[in-house]
């Protein structure tokens, strides 16, 4: 009975282990691993080696530590009232948690009225975020648009590698929010989730624009 037993749990180990290698949801993944674990430490507690018993529960106490980090990164985050509507239309494709850790690395702004902030065919190292106020956009002194809050400002530049195609100058007071190249890339090292999102967020406002002013 006792080596029924420890046979069923060795392969009950190397069961969870196998699919452990095919699962892609990190969280499951160290869950299968934890339940493993124990299906080893038990083994080798039956059989009295407890060189198994101390290496596994190490192990399974690793992985109980990451799934307890990533269900507290998995809780929601709250957002203040003030940029709550940005993240609901505009930045919903990224979790609460997300969106505070990327909007916290941009750097915040106030211009006064007719303050450029970029010229046509110059290049600008940063993406520029519209918070408060209208910045009007004018190619060959011609009116083109008028923009406000929850608008980009120079994406076209970092998704496709041109130059500004106009300029575009404040008309009010305009509170906005930057993010830098070199900021942003470092974002695509360490947390290349949310720089994939964010690259989307920039497709879906280049095409809204280019399909309303085109």
């Keep these: 009975m006792k080596m029924t037993l420890t046979i069923i749990l060795l392969n009950m180990y190397y069961i969870g282990t196998a699919i452990g290698y095919i699962i ?38 690793i992985n109980i530590i990451q799934v307890i980090r990533i269900l507290l990164e998995k809780r929601p985050v709250p957002i203040s009232e003030d940029i709550r509507d940005l993240y609901e ?22 211009l006064g009225p007719n303050k450029y902030l970029c010229h046509d065919n110059v290049p600008i190292d940063e993406i520029v975020l519209v918070i408060d106020g209208y ?3 004018v190619k060959n002194d011609k009116h083109i648009a008028t923009l406000g809050r929850g608008y980009f400002i120079a994406e076209m530049q970092y998704l496709l590698g041109v130059n500004p195609s106009a300029d575009v100058m404040t008309r009010s007071e305009v509170k906005l929010v930057a993010w830098n190249h ?27 624009k280019l399909q309303r002013y085109l």
Excluded: H
Aim: glycine residues 4%; positive net charge; charged residues 25%.
């Design 135 to 137: 910045v009007e956009v």
């Design 89 to 110: 239309n505009l930045f919903d494709k990224m979790s609460t948690r997300e969106f505070i850790l990327f909007w916290k690395m941009g750097d915040k702004r106030t």
């Design 182 to 208: 070199k900021k942003l890339q470092r974002l695509k090292e360490t947390y290349p989730i949310i720089y994939n999102k964010f690259q989307l967020i920039l497709s879906k406002d280049l095409t809204n």
């Design 24 to 61: 892609k949801e990190i969280l499951w993944l160290r869950v299968v691993i934890i339940f493993a674990g124990l299906c080893m430490i038990t083994r080798g507690i039956i059989i009295d080696n407890y060189i198994i018993v101390f290496w596994i529960s190490l192990f399974v106490v």
